[in-house]
Nanobody, 119 residues
Framework: QVQLEEFGGGFVRAGGSLRLSCAASGPLFSTYSMGWFRQAPGKEREFVTAISRSGHVYYADSVKGRCTVSRGNAPNTMFLQINNVQPEDTAVYYC?????????????WGQGTQVTVSS
């Protein structure tokens, strides 16, 4: 059973940086593609970024240029950093994973962590 857990949510000032981490449990998760989705109040969940099992990286237009996703040295960890955050980055952020190289509806989801950007 694969389990994902997010760390690092909380309050961030506008213009600052958001840093989240994700820890995965389960066999061979280092061979999975991983990523982040988010859901803002009153809006649908949306894709933020992903790093595929082959190492390709994808970013949503809304964060491109100010977002970095990376895998940690530990095989089942992943990090997200968004710089110059704005109030519209306020959302619940979810760590996700899937066996496929690319995904639009990932199989595995964390519980989510709230990030609130204050202006």
């Amino acid at each position: 059973q694969v389990q994902l857990e997010e760390f690092g949510g909380g309050f961030v000032r506008a213009g600052g940086s958001l840093r989240l981490s994700c820890a995965a449990s389960g066999p061979l998760f280092s061979t999975y593609s991983m990523g982040w989705f988010r859901q803002a109040p009153g809006k649908e969940r949306e894709f933020v970024t992903a790093i595929s099992r082959s190492g390709h990286v994808y970013y949503a237009d809304s964060v491109k240029g100010r977002c970095t996703v990376s895998r940690g040295n530990a095989p089942n960890t992943m990090f997200l950093q968004i710089n110059n955050v704005q109030p519209e980055d306020t959302a619940v952020y979810y760590c996700v994973g899937d066996r496929a190289e690319a995904f639009t509806n990932p199989t595995f989801w964390g519980q989510g962590t709230q990030v609130t950007v204050s202006s």
